[in-house]
């Protein structure tokens, strides 16, 4: 699976549902190539209820098969401020991490390496919902953009669909492929997702 370059990403809708799923699909075929789904334990899951949802730990599992072992995981710990989120490997490694940006009109985050050295940052356009990944080089290297699903849906639910294409990067596209899903995934489910 992370050996591809494009990913759609189609949230299950629910009114009051306590925890997030996703469907990773392949845009053009609709076949479905993994899952992401919420593992946050319990006792913060119904805190919820009480305190903001995005100041609260968050971990997201992404699998090929809803019961298979995860391909990585995203973790976000407590936060005031500014939120940092780690990706970890199926060997529970940390292969790099995500830091928000203090301020910014149109959201986005820093994207760093396990040698703390910045490789991209993901920023957003305040108009929309879409985001652009750019290299520590200045180039764009993805995009993510938000797939309208009708107003039914989105007036009603939380629920959101959206794009994660990224470019060719030759022998580092699985590892580029999985931090940068990753960050995809991290726009809605850690930094803008609402209560």
């Given at each position: 699976m992370l050996n591809r370059r494009t990913f759609f990403i189609r949230e299950h809708a629910g009114v009051f549902k306590l925890k997030d799923t996703y469907d990773i699909l392949d845009?053009?075929?609709q076949q479905q190539l993994g899952y992401a789904?919420?593992?946050t334990p319990g006792?913060?899951?119904w805190l919820r209820l009480l305190v903001q949802k995005r100041m609260l730990p968050v971990t997201i599992a992404v699998r090929e098969q809803p019961e298979?072992?995860?391909l990585f995981r995203i973790e976000r710990g407590w936060t005031l401020l500014r939120a940092k989120v780690h990706v970890i490997d199926a060997q529970n490694q940390p292969i790099g991490y995500f830091k928000s940006k203090l301020f910014s009109l149109g959201g986005g985050f820093y994207v760093f390496n396990m040698q703390h050295e910045q490789i991209a940052e993901v920023k957003g356009n305040w108009k929309g919902w879409d985001f652009?990944?750019?290299?520590?080089?200045?180039?764009?290297i993805g995009l993510v953009t938000k797939k309208w699903a009708g107003i039914g849906?989105?007036?009603?639910?939380t629920a959101d669909n959206y794009l994660v294409s990224l470019h060719d990067m030759g022998e580092q596209q699985a590892a580029s492929s999985a931090l940068l899903l990753a960050a995809?995934?991290?726009?809605?489910?850690?930094?803008?997702e609402r209560q």
């Open positions: 845009p053009e075929t789904t919420e593992a006792w913060a899951v298979a072992a995860p652009k990944f750019i290299s520590a080089s200045g180039q764009e849906r989105e007036l009603f639910t995809g995934l991290a726009i809605d489910t850690v930094f803008n």
